[in-house]
Nanobody
Framework: QVQLVESGGGLVQPGGSLRLSCAASGFTFSMFAMSWYRQAPGKERELVAR????????NYADSVKGRFTISRDNAKNTVYLQMNSLKREDTAVYYCNVRLSVFVPDYWGQGTQVTVSS
């Protein structure tokens, strides 16, 4: 059974930092790229960052480039999102994602709330 469990969200002031974690199980973690998405109230879900199976390639949304870093530890079946220099517009529910097959829907975690506010 595929499972993704996010953690690490919370309330942080503008300019602060937060690290999100996503613990994965139920599939061979090291074989698949992993992604972080976010969704703010009233807005579309957007891709924030993606990392290749080996960790050798990363991609970021323009809005977070230079501030966020995605990484993974294949030995721990965990993907991380380090968020620095947080802005109010980063406030959203952040979701972990994996695409195991083009023929079936992606798997998603339950989400973790990140609130950036003073």
């Amino acid at each position: 059974q595929v499972q993704l469990v996010e953690s690490g969200g919370g309330l942080v002031q503008p300019g602060g930092s937060l690290r999100l974690s996503c613990a994965a199980s139920g599939f061979t973690f090291s074989m698949f790229a992993m992604s972080w998405y976010r969704q703010a109230p009233g807005k579309e879900r957007e891709l924030v960052a993606r990392i290749s199976s080996s960790g050798g390639t990363t991609n970021y949304a323009d809005s977070v480039k230079g501030r966020f870093t995605i990484s993974r530890d294949n030995a721990k079946n965990t993907v991380y999102l380090q968020m620095n220099s947080l802005k109010r517009e980063d406030t959203a529910v952040y979701y972990c994602n994996v695409r195991l097959s083009v023929f079936v829907p992606d798997y998603w975690g339950q989400g973790t709330q990140v609130t950036v506010s003073s």
